[in-house]
């Protein structure tokens, strides 16, 4: 079964941080880009970051740039996203989710075709 | 960065009905729109990528249609399994990724 599992959400105080974690199963994690998506409690899908198969390309919302790093380790077939400096609206379910690419007359469409069940992260004092 | 805006934010239909969502991107985006749903407490699921491409496992009630900064998505007729929130995305400019703001269908 392609699965996802995220992990290492929690309490944690204004400032601090947390390193979330992804593990894949069930299919060849190296040869997928990945992504980091949250959502804010009753509020909608918020895209955070990307990574390139390969862990070269990376990108980042502007919102998180600078505070949350992305990273992989194919080898172990995890993703990886290190949260800094938060802040109380960083307070979200954090998902990872594989890219889907289909080739077309026109170029890939990219999609996030599975998900994880999302690890929660609270930021309060 | 290409803004993404549902229509209706919520609505109310019955099992049956014949239900559409709209998206307008904020610039031509061609047809790199992708549909996904989300049920309270999960994950979204992809349900339609590339504007009109049904993903795998999708029930073919489900259907999407528009190019450039227009699109639709067509549920011919609701079953109760399909309330829930749907969310559109686009992949024509990135980054960022950037999701629509939902639309909840609800039980009249």
């Known amino acids: 079964e392609v699965q996802l599992v995220e992990s290492g959400g929690g309490l944690v105080q204004p400032g601090g941080s947390l390193r979330l974690s992804c593990v894949a199963s069930?299919?060849?994690?190296?040869?997928?880009?990945m992504n980091w998506v949250r959502q804010a409690p009753g509020k909608g899908l918020d895209w955070l970051s990307y990574?390139?198969?390969?862990?070269?390309?990376?990108d980042y919302a502007d919102s998180v740039k600078g505070r949350f790093t992305i990273s992989r380790d194919n080898a172990k077939n995890s993703l990886y996203l290190q949260v800094n400096s938060l802040r109380a609206e960083d307070t979200a379910v954090y998902y990872c989710?594989?890219?889907?690419?289909?080739?077309?007359?026109?170029?890939?469409?990219?999609?996030?075709?599975?998900w994880g069940q999302g690890t929660t992260v609270t930021v309060s004092s | 960065d290409i803004q993404m805006t549902q229509s209706p934010s919520s609505l109310s239909a019955s099992v049956g009905d014949r239900v559409t969502i709209t998206c307008r991107a904020s610039q031509s985006i061609s047809g790199f729109l992708n549909w996904y749903q989300q049920k309270p407490g999960k994950a979204p699921k992809l349900l339609i990528y590339?504007?009109?491409s049904l993903q795998s496992g999708v029930p073919s009630r489900f259907s999407g249609s528009g190019s450039g900064t227009d699109f639709t998505l067509t549920i011919s007729s609701l079953q109760p399994e399909d309330f829930a929130t749907y969310y559109c995305q686009q992949s024509f400019t990135t980054p960022p990724i950037t999701f629509g703001g939902g639309t909840k269908v609800e039980i009249k």
């Open positions: 990574i390139s198969s390969g862990g070269s390309s990376i």
């Open positions: 989710a594989r890219t889907l690419a289909v080739a077309s007359l026109v170029g890939y469409y990219y999609g996030m075709d599975v």
């Open positions: 590339g504007a009109s």
């Open positions: 069930g299919f060849t994690f190296s040869s997928y880009e």
